[in-house]
DNA sequence: TATAAAAGTATCGAGTCGAAACATAAAGAG
DNA sequence: CTCTTTATGTTTCGACTCGATACTTTTATA
């Protein structure tokens, strides 16, 4: 039964992510999930990048959550930052020599070596295959999405600029190519 | 760059994969770990279901792997079983409540819900995909395979049976269904 | 026969992780 | 405008993971 298959293979293919990210990691000194928390933070736009926001990401709890900023920060892998409106919210961003820690991890090696011997199309059609099984794993079970904000239903397009439909701010071209914790698909219908 | 999409992806999809664990063990009081530990013994053969072999698989210590076991084993969902000749070696395989418990956390719901829209022959293309990338990263890597019997290249085929050209033991067909950890594909050239 | 290698266990310490309690700030109700 | 509720984040505690190390027993090798 290929289900079945497609589980294994998924599940092999996390562990092999996660022996990588154990042996990446240990250089600095740094966990699987350090690295994950680090990664996230690269990725995710400026409303997105707090301790809420990473723990919707990695499903734990925000004490966790907490914890394991506080090691990146300590190591002056990522810096803080307090909202200027919002009191409550802190915002984390990687610094230089997070970016650089973070560089080594990413593509894993072993990756970047089985996809060498394909073509740009095929490693294409892979990654696209991969985005739509996620994507539509995520809506059937009502999840949060963390797509990219240029395919958010909440994005519009105002003259040569962007605009978010939520926060009614003005967004960079940059700026719509990062997750985002309120990401939602286009209606099906 | 599709090459960082796939390990996002991926990365993503591991995550989903192990919040489902994290819920589906929390049932039984598993970890995430636990029940890898308890799929990989269901899915092995009599050569890969010692401590050795799901070390190897999981990428940690045996000293870990040991504790782990001894968790399962205390629960009730693992048996012990001494080897006979080797009496250095210790078996362990699933009991039918290990099995019960297995059944409920793979596949995970997610993906059954994903690929629930797909068609038979679109999933098993992307299975074939997967399992096509896992193998060129372990080739790559030279890292254990872990694959099935029947694709090894010891696995020699007697009249209506097999036969493993490393122990010269007989095979049944299931028998060369399970993974196992002297797996090797043939070679390329 | 002596030595080395392999499989597994036991123990210790650092660190993850979840749960719960707590603090602070913002939002909402009356 | 005050009181309550809700949201974000931190701290603390206990259970558990995980790697490192030392150890035992058994098998393989010189």
Redesign the pocket.
Known sequence: MSLKQVHNTLERLCNLLRVEA?EQGAGGGL?P??LEALHYLFQCNRYSD???GVTEYL??????V??????LENRGLITRHPDSS?????HFRPSRSGRRQLAHAVPARFLSAALETKSATETQQLADDLIELLRTAQETRAMKTFGACKTCRFNERVASRFRCGLTGESLSKPDTEKICREHQYPEAC
């Open positions: 154990r966990l999930v350090q707090t301790v809420q499903g734990q709890t925000k004490g966790t907490s914890q394991t900023l506080k090691v919002d009191r409550r919210l802190v």
